[in-house]
């Protein structure tokens, strides 16, 4: 009876550290599109369908080619991508920028069509 009640007790364990990893997880991700969602300029903002909670985040890899950076320090650097679905999403697309992985910050915008 005590190696079941003490297995129990470590499965338990395990499953409540792995729950508390993934909300943190979350919370990570939604301030980085808060913060990205507090950087952007008005009329930005006035075209997002919804608010910055609607946003999602991707790792990518920064590419000249698909956008403008701030510095091309990031050029093949893994980077935040944030995207906000558009008012504008036929003509132009979703508003997509490049956030910086560790100070948040928008260091760059995705070329729109």
């Not at 364990?13 to 969602?37: F, H, P, Q, Y």
């Not at 006035?46 to 910055?52: A, I, K, L, P, S």
Request: hydrophobic share 40%; with cysteine; proline share 1%.
């Amino acid at each position: 009876m005590r190696k079941y009640l003490y297995l129990f007790s470590i499965v338990t364990l395990v499953l409540l550290t792995a729950m508390a990893c993934s909300t943190s997880k979350g919370n990570k991700e939604m301030d980085i599109r808060e913060a990205v969602w507090n950087q952007l300029p008005k009329e930005s903002k006035e075209e997002v369908v919804g608010t910055w909670k609607d946003g999602t985040v991707t790792k990518v890899i920064a590419d000249k080619n698909i956008g403008h950076l701030k510095d091309e320090k990031y050029i093949g650097k893994e980077v935040y991508m944030v995207s906000y679905k558009s008012k504008y999403e036929a003509v132009l697309g979703d508003l997509r920028v490049y956030a910086d992985m560790e100070t948040k910050e928008i260091i760059g915008w995705f070329m729109r069509d």
